[in-house]
């Protein structure tokens, strides 16, 4: 993958902060009692060192060695073991708990996103949980992602931005995203391809891994997954 411009993953826990998504996960990870887990797409480690104790071991995994990087150097982050990698790069078996936070899935296309399940359900235990969201396609968050000339300021000075969106294939979400850094002129240009797979075909691709889906929720406090939700909450159990 190309990485970030770590100016921009400078940005990334303001525009994403803690909030009702990391109160679930850190939840279930109590409830299910989890000794020793992974964090996969941990990205800046916002959520990742909330999620370590001294009764509870995490590894964060993540391709991009900007997000790496600055993960390692937050508050709290020596109580966590860093991975650059995907989840081919997760080593050691028996973790009883995993999570892909922050719609981390649909950042992963195609096949390999069986692949990566496959992975996750040989390195869980056998009843190990399995926890993450993805945004219901049926939704369309993506209506309203674009936006032309927005201004704003960070630590590394007055931002110009631009996001145009399209959906080039079924189920496929392209943002195309300029950051300006108006100080010097240099732009900045990501391309972001998004998986967007509804809640059957995910559940078929989990049980194809060998996980049991047993829970399906709309929303952060657990309210049943229905059509129109916004987001699909997994919870599965390694079979
Ligand atoms: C939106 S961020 C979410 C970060 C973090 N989990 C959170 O909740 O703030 C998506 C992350 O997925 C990572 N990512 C992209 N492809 C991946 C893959 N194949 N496997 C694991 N993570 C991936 C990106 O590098 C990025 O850090």
Redo the contacts with the bound molecule.
């Keep these: 993958?190309t990485d970030?411009d770590p100016r921009l993953v400078d940005l990334?826990d303001r525009d994403?902060p803690d909030g009702p998504d990391h109160d679930f996960y850190r939840t279930l990870a109590s409830e299910v009692r989890a000794r020793n887990m992974v964090?996969?797409?941990?990205?800046?480690g916002?959520?990742t060192v909330t999620l370590a104790s001294a009764e509870r071991t995490v590894v964060g995994?993540?391709?991009?060695a900007s997000?790496i990087g600055f993960a390692r150097n937050r508050l709290g982050a020596a109580r966590v073991d860093w991975v650059v990698g995907?989840?081919r790069n997760i080593t050691g078996t028996g973790y009883d708990f995993a999570v892909?936070?922050?719609?981390?899935v649909q950042?992963?296309p195609g096949a390999?996103w069986p692949r990566?399940l496959r992975d996750l359900r040989r390195a869980m235990g056998h009843g190990g949980t399995l926890a993450f969201e993805s945004r219901n396609p049926a939704a369309r968050a993506w209506d309203n992602w674009a936006f032309e000339d927005k201004r704003r300021d960070s630590q590394h000075g007055p931002l110009l931005e631009r996001r145009i969106v399209s959906a080039p294939a079924p189920g496929v979400v392209e943002l195309q995203t300029s950051t300006t850094f108006t100080a010097t002129g240099e732009c900045v240009h990501e391309t972001q391809l998004l998986a967007f797979r509804d809640r059957n075909s995910i559940a078929d691709d989990l049980v194809e891994a060998g996980f049991a889906v047993e829970a399906t929720y709309g929303d952060w406090v657990r309210t049943p997954y229905a059509d129109d939700a916004p987001i699909i909450v997994f919870v599965c159990r390694a079979v």
């Design positions: 993958m970030y990334y994403n964090d996969l797409g941990c990205g800046t916002i959520l995994v993540d391709p991009s997000m995907d989840s892909m936070t922050g719609n981390v950042a992963i390999d990566t």
